[in-house]
């Protein structure tokens, strides 16, 4: 299970679920406090209430300690990137919600839902919405968070993580071609 594709459940929207190791509240953790986001996802303050802002600091280079080239087609986020949105739902530690500025039309929306399961288990379900039909974007989106959720797989689980964008280039191909069929 946790290393399925995402799977693209209508236009503009793919959905993720990965088995954690819990209890939720660990996993909520892992969601909102900006040192802990920072292991799997990147840095950046969550206010803790629905309208609060959301900051998304990325250095995808701090996400393992291998030397992992940055591609030529993202050079440009070779020093970080950085966005923000604002919490559209906050019920901890079950469910949170925020949308993500866009460079060009509506922002798009992540929700991220925990479902506890036996054995201590938690069921991570993430859901992106209003991605548009570009494939360039569907792709990108797509392997990025299978790339990031992989990488919240190993933090949590102890493992080292390997790095970023040796693992995001090849899923992204093959989200170009899931998005396509």
Request: charged content about 35%.
């Amino acid at each position: 299970m946790n290393k399925q594709y995402g799977i693209f459940t209508e236009p503009g929207t793919v959905q993720f679920e990965r088995l954690l190791p819990g209890p939720a509240e660990r996993i909520w953790d892992y969601l909102t406090k900006s040192e802990l986001k920072a292991k799997w996802f990147c840095a950046g303050d969550v206010q803790p209430e629905t309208g609060g802002k959301v900051e998304f600091r990325f250095q995808h280079k701090n996400l393992s300690g291998e030397d992992d080239p940055i591609p030529k087609k993202y050079e440009d986020m070779e020093d970080g990137s950085s966005s923000e949105g604002r919490v559209t739902e906050w019920n901890p530690p079950k469910k949170l919600s925020y949308t993500w500025d866009e460079d060009e039309g509506e922002d798009s929306e992540v929700t991220f839902e925990l479902i506890p399961k036996k054995d201590g288990k938690v069921l991570l379900r993430l859901t992106h919405r209003r991605l548009g039909d570009d494939l360039d974007t569907l792709s990108g989106v797509g392997a990025g968070w299978h790339t990031h959720l992989g990488i919240l797989v190993d933090v949590l689980e102890g493992r080292k993580p390997k790095g970023f964008w040796s693992i995001h280039m090849p899923l992204e191909e093959e989200y170009k071609r899931i998005v396509s069929e």
